[in-house]
T-cell receptor, first 113, second 117 residues
């Protein structure tokens, strides 16, 4: 088990720019989740994939956000026209179908100036 | 909807002492799962322990144990013999079932634990 990996670990961008984050889940895990965590808060659910299908999206995921998992392996989360309010830690997690524990990656810290 | 409440924003404990982190939950589902995660300053969420609502015994994992009181809707984390490396944020979370049998986690606000030497 190599664990969940995320890239980049840190991203600084200017307001209005687009950013894309990548998540590589644990290899045999077919479920993948994205969460957002703002300072001093617990993570909040954004979206969920089962294999390549995006089956659930939170209301937190505005039209500027899009997530994909093209071949049921890695996933990308893109934020278009970033705003200062998008500054947060973006966490990816994965789980195996038969079990319920979600294992998290190290997260991507986004700062929008 | 599920809700998790962690009422202790911060806890300070002497090294080698035991510490209890409080967590209460609210749900109308008869079947649910409760999780504790540790988040060091690096940011990664580290899974610690899981308790299912139908589990007959309290969960234990090494120095971690979960004091599960179903009638009181509480799932407190107990860390025995605390170590300096235990200093971190601790989050209690509950499983919420989505469509097609998937689940998301609903997290509490967290408790920042500081272990003093």
């Amino acid at each position: 088990d190599t664990g969940v990996s995320q890239d980049p670990r840190h991203k600084i961008t200017k307001r209005g720019q687009n950013v894309t984050f990548r998540c590589d889940p644990i290899s045999e895990h077919n479920r993948l989740y994205w969460y957002r965590q703002t300072l001093g808060q617990g993570p909040e659910f954004l979206t969920y994939f089962q294999n390549e299908a995006q089956l659930e999206k939170s209301r937190l995921l505005s039209d500027r956000f899009s997530a994909e998992r093209p071949k049921g392996s890695f996933s990308t989360l893109e934020i278009q026209r970033t705003e200062q309010g998008d500054s947060a830690m973006y966490l990816c997690a994965s789980s195996i179908e038969a079990r319920e524990t979600q294992y998290f990656g190290p997260g991507t810290r986004l700062l929008v100036l | 909807a599920q809700k998790i409440t962690q009422t202790q924003p911060g806890m300070f404990v002497q090294e080698k002492e035991a510490v209890t982190l409080d967590c209460t939950y609210d749900t109308s589902d008869p079947s649910y799962g409760l999780f504790w995660y540790k988040q060091p300053s690096s940011g990664e969420m580290i899974f610690l322990i899981y308790q299912g609502s139908y589990d007959q015994q309290n969960a234990t994992e090494g120095r971690y144990s979960l004091n599960f009181q179903k009638a009181r809707k509480s799932a407190n984390l107990v860390i025995s013999a605390s170590q300096l490396g235990d200093s971190a944020m601790y989050f209690c979370a509950m499983r919420e079932v989505l469509i097609q049998g998937a689940q998301k986690l609903v997290f509490g606000q967290g408790t920042r634990l500081t272990i003093n030497p």
